[in-house]
């Protein structure tokens, strides 16, 4: 005969278990919910095609004042989703979610965002290398068809406290240093840098019509790196216009991609032969592709989007390694004319001799 008293016993442990593991449960869930860590999430975002159409029916690249030319295939853009930020940190649970996800990587937010910067000066910011970027393409995209595009590099910041400050001033056209003439800003950052901090650079620049020369004392920027303190940009006189709509989307990394499309837009016949290519890389004004982040990410939303041709800075092939997916093929590139050789190659089928970013970390 059984006991009614140790049966209600074991019914009430049982209970009682049953709602500790409850709560503990429930405390899993609220912590990991409302408790903030300073992570953010890159995740794959979508590809934009630079050839296509906005919703409206116009090119996404117009060209106004100029012939063009019918296309085929695509060019993708690409782009990053993160989750997070200086005033959004993400939640425990979004972070374990984008440690599961094998397309997503997980960083310290400071990796992505600057330091002590909201979220309006990051939006302003990625406005502005977005605009930058727009700038170069056309400009790189005009002159690969043999277009004259007249440059003027002119100083646009000023650092408080470096050696320019006071001796440099807003808009003076940088023309010249140590007396040789410059033609693209990269060609000033290249001149003033290579000499020790602490040793003078001479600039020819020219204010308000009349040239001139400047001596400023060069001062150490980081790393040794020789600097004085200013930010130059390229301003152009375009013969003709060209519109670039990329819709929301900020930043610089599109810039080799839309000056593709520039390019072909103003070319006889499909640049791209048919093929699907996508690719991402900044571009300054003499045509060099420079690296960018989440790349590992941009080459999954390039799969997703039916891309089986991957245009990718040579300098971030050491972050290629490893993360192609699967029917992509990457190919490494380092200026504007070899992104262009390059497609027009995919067009053609003649991709056997292609260098992979495999080749470029073995150098």
């Known amino acids: 005969m059984s006991d009614p008293t140790h049966t209600t016993s074991r019914s009430e442990r049982v209970a009682t278990w049953l709602i500790v593991v409850s709560l503990v449960l429930l405390i899993v869930v609220l912590a990991g919910t409302f408790i903030k860590v300073p992570y953010a999430v890159e995740k794959p975002g979508p590809a934009t095609d630079t050839l296509g159409r906005l919703d409206d029916g116009s090119p996404l690249v117009r060209v106004e004042g100029a012939k063009t030319y019918p296309t085929d295939g695509a ?42 910067t909201s979220e ?13 970027s727009q700038k170069n393409s056309i400009a790189v995209g005009m002159r ?44 000033i950052v290249a001149a003033i ?24 004392r060069t001062a150490d920027l980081g790393g040794g790196r020789a600097g004085v303190g200013i930010g130059v940009e390229a301003t152009y006189d375009y013969p003709y216009e060209v519109r670039i709509d990329a819709g929301d989307v900020g930043g610089p990394s599109a810039g080799l991609m839309f000056a593709l499309a520039v390019r072909d837009r103003l070319t006889p016949g499909a640049m791209t032969g048919g093929q699907q290519i ?18 590992a990410q941009k080459m999954v939303g390039a799969q997703d989007s039916g891309a089986t041709w991957f245009l990718a800075p040579d300098s971030n092939c050491a972050d290629v390694v490893g993360h192609v997916p699967d029917g992509l093929h990457v190919v490494p590139v380092g200026d504007f004319e ?3 050789s390059t497609v027009e190659a995919i067009a053609k089928g003649e991709t056997a001799d292609f260098a992979t970013c495999e080749d470029v970390v073995r150098q």
């Not at 309006?120 to 930058?132: F, H, K, R, S, V």
């Not at 996508?278 to 790349?295: E, N, Q, S, Y």
């Open 75 to 116: 060019l993708f853009f690409t782009t990053v989703r993160v989750l997070g930020g200086p005033e959004r940190h993400i939640s425990g649970w979004e972070w374990v979610a984008g440690h599961l996800n094998p397309d997503a990587r997980v960083v310290p937010e400071e990796q992505i965002f600057p330091k002590d």
């Open 120 to 132: 309006q000066e990051i939006e302003q910011l990625n406005e502005a290398q977005m605009q930058g």
């Open 144 to 187: 690969s068809t043999g277009t004259k595009v007249p440059q003027r590099n002119v100083v646009a910041s000023i650092a408080t406290g470096l050696p320019a400050d006071g001796v440099v001033r807003l808009r003076d056209r940088v023309t010249a240093v140590d007396g040789k003439p410059v033609a693209h800003v990269a060609d």
């Open 193 to 216: 840098s290579d000499r020790q901090p602490g040793d003078d650079v001479e600039l020819g620049i020219t204010r308000g019509g009349t040239a001139r020369e400047v001596t400023v």
């Open 278 to 295: 996508a690719g991402t890389g900044t571009i300054d004004d003499a045509g060099t592709v420079g690296p960018i982040g989440g790349i």
């Open 338 to 340: 070899e992104a262009s």
